[in-house]
């Protein structure tokens, strides 16, 4: 018998692109699938787009559903993850996409998203720099595992190599970000409907106060090994999938441009979802479509002597429940790659 994945919150934009990578996936079989207030219901009225799945009944979302899986797919709203995941069996791997699980820092929580810190879990970007190794040295053998956010893997991925070599100040760090609309879930907000989001961008969470900016800071921060501040913008942008974060950063005295361009591709050298671009190319959204993949360029304005690091991301895709299966495929010691698209859909 396969390895067995549930996925709670199945009716939901993250819990329907996991179901998408999982019917690619040769050694995962989809177990039971779970909603909240539409359990009963099923999967085809949410997510049309999974034949296969059409008349699977979604349960409601129970450690007693859940139990008796190999795998367990958290893709539920933030603060649901934890209670739920206490009642698992501690063999279970247990993927959770929310962010209950990602930052180290108590006080952090507390400051950004409030109430109590549940703790923290092994971090699901497995190419981010760690001194002496990789974040996947780290979920090799995991059995709970926290998926980033979305803009926080685009925005760490971009800058991290500069920090991993010692090229960037870490006082003076700026983060401006695009995402699609995907990124908010379901339950739209006023401006996210259709009239409101299309032909125009628009800025939100300005002024540190997105709660993604000490994930971003955290990340950089063990990159380099010292504390990084993060000024962190995101903006919505007229499209369902997508980030395009630009993350600037000023240089260390006498650090040159061709010194930056050997830290990021030899950072990324070898990896099969995160590639830095030939020089003149830029990331665009568009190209990761679907894929598990993170484009990234780099460049030097030497004018202000400060580096321009670009990443494009699928937010569904690498940003979140690709990026929980290439965590699930090092916990269970399958190949990382494993069920995972690498090829974007153009134009
Ligand atoms: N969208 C994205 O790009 C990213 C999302 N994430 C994270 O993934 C998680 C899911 O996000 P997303 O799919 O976008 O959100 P959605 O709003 O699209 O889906 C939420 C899912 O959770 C279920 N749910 C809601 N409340 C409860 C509850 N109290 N108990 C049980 N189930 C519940 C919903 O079921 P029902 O239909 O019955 O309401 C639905 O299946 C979040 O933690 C989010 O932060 C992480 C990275 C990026
Ligand atoms: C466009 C949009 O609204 N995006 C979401 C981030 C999505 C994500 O990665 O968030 P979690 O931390 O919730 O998992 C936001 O800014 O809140």
Redesign the pocket.
């Known amino acids: 018998m396969g390895i067995t994945a549930a996925v ?8 329907g692109e996991l179901l998408r990578l999982l019917l690619q996936h040769p050694q995962i079989e989809i177990g039971t699938l ?6 009963g219901t099923k999967l085809a009225e ?1 997510q049309p787009h999974l034949l296969p799945l059409a008349d699977r009944v ?1 349960a409601p ?1 129970t450690p007693q559903e859940l139990a008796g899986h190999d795998l367990v797919f958290l ?4 603060g ?1 993850s934890a209670k739920i995941a206490a009642q698992l069996p501690p063999e279970t791997v247990v993927v959770d ?3 209950d699980h990602r930052l180290v820092s108590a006080q952090a929580w507390e400051e950004f998203y409030g109430g109590e810190h549940a703790g923290t879990w092994a971090y699901g970007l497995p190419e981010l720099p760690r001194p002496g190794g990789r974040q996947r040295d780290e979920l090799r053998g995991a059995r709970r595992i926290a ?1 980033p ?2 803009y926080p893997t685009a925005s760490s991925l971009a800058l991290a190599p500069g920090f991993a070599a010692g090229l960037l100040q870490p006082d003076d760090v700026v983060v401006i970000a695009a995402s699609g609309t ?6 739209a907000r006023p401006n996210m409907i259709g009239s409101e989001v299309m032909g125009s961008m628009s800025p939100y969470g300005v002024g540190g106060v997105h709660r993604h900016t000490p994930e971003i800071e955290q990340n950089l921060g063990l990159a380099g090994q010292e504390e990084v501040r993060v000024s962190f913008t995101p903006t919505l942008a007229p499209m369902s999938r997508g980030i395009l974060a630009t993350g600037t950063a000023k240089l260390k005295p006498g650090v040159t441009g061709a010194a930056v361009r050997e830290a990021w591709e030899k950072t990324y050298q070898g990896e099969a979802f995160v590639h830095v671009l030939p020089e003149g190319r830029w990331p665009r959204t568009a190209d990761t479509l679907g894929a598990n993949t993170a484009l990234i360029q780099v460049a030097v304005d030497e004018r202000v002597g400060r580096v321009i690091a670009v990443s494009a991301i699928d ?2 895709t690498k ?2 429940a690709g990026g929980a299966i290439q965590s699930a495929n090092l916990a269970l010691d399958l190949p990382e790659t494993l069920g995972l698209p690498m090829v974007g859909v153009a134009p």
């Open positions: 709670a919150g199945a009716s939901g934009y993250a819990g779970t909603a909240g207030g539409n359990a949410h979604l979302t893709a539920l709203p933030h649901a996409c929310g962010a998926v956010g979305c995907s990124g908010a879930g379901k339950s937010n569904l940003g979140t």
